[in-house]
């Protein structure tokens, strides 16, 4: 019996942990880079580092230090977002363009790109036709009454939806740009995710009424591309150098020039 029952602990570990492990080792890789989906954490108004900016870096020179990856308490937007992600592909594939590959089911690894210079990038999705990368996708789940009427209205006019969608993602946006320098575009989905609070939503998960796509172009970010750049080396040399973050503006006065 007690064999037959390590067996049973066998298989099950065996079945188990594919998708646990490709999520392990996504955060490895992760771990001590600069990234696109926190590159807002980065950038201030001005050419101050603000508090928040030196938050971060005190963070990512602890990932640095210590090989371990600091992430924020998942809440239950996050999780509704991750369980929507697969189900917002299968409508890009059905309304938009059925060469839309996910980068967190259909490759072995998932995938994340670095730079050398202490960033990295991982879109959830691309279009991905002869050969080449058309374009690369991030999937946002609506959340909130107000955000699923004004994105979901018919009569709501799109541009405003367009630039309201840019000021609330234009950093990850731009991280792509910043991450893939021939890169033109980057296509954002707003997707109205199954609920499992709301019983009275029936619609299939590939349903046009599901999902609002807004295409940016590389020209239309101008210079904060260049700047979000200069902006994530400097960072990058500062901790490298092991300078204290907190230190960080009276540094930057004295050295900039060295990096722009």
């Known amino acids: ?13 065996e079945e ?23 590159l807002e954490r980065l950038m201030s108004k001005t050419d101050t580092w603000t508090e928040a900016n030196i938050k971060y870096l005190y963070e990512i020179q602890y990932q640095r230090r210590t090989g371990t990856f600091i992430s924020a308490p998942a809440n239950r937007n996050f999780k509704m977002g991750i369980e929507n992600e697969p189900r917002a592909v299968e409508w890009l594939r059905e309304n938009y363009c059925p060469n839309v590959r996910h980068y967190d089911q259909d490759f072995d690894d998932k995938l994340f790109y670095k730079t050398d210079f202490g960033y990295g990038f991982s879109p959830d999705a691309d279009v991905f036709v002869g050969d080449k990368i058309q374009a690369v996708i991030e999937i946002k ?22 630039m309201r969608v840019w000021e609330e993602h234009k950093w990850q946006i731009i991280g792509q740009f910043v991450g893939w ?16 609070d709301n019983p009275t939503d029936l619609r299939p998960v590939t349903d046009p009424t ?7 172009k590389r020209n239309e970010a101008g210079a904060a591309i260049d700047r979000a750049t200069t902006r994530l080396k400097f960072a990058n040399n500062f901790l490298n150098e092991g300078n204290d973050p907190s230190q960080i503006n009276e540094y930057y006065k004295k050295r900039k020039r060295l990096f722009v």
């Open 210 to 216: 599901r999902g609002v796509l807004f295409t940016f």
């Open 181 to 196: 320098p021939w890169l033109e575009t980057v296509h954002l989905l707003k997707y109205d995710g199954v609920d499992d």
């Open 16 to 38: 188990q942990p594919q998708e646990i492990d490709k999520e392990l080792q996504w955060m490895q890789e992760k771990t001590g880079f600069f990234s696109a989906s926190e």
């Open 141 to 162: 789940s609506a959340v909130g009454n107000e955000e699923k009427s004004l994105i979901f209205s018919p009569t709501f006019p799109y541009d405003k939806k367009r």
């Open 1 to 13: 019996m007690g064999q037959l029952d390590l067996d049973e602990l066998i298989n099950h570990v």
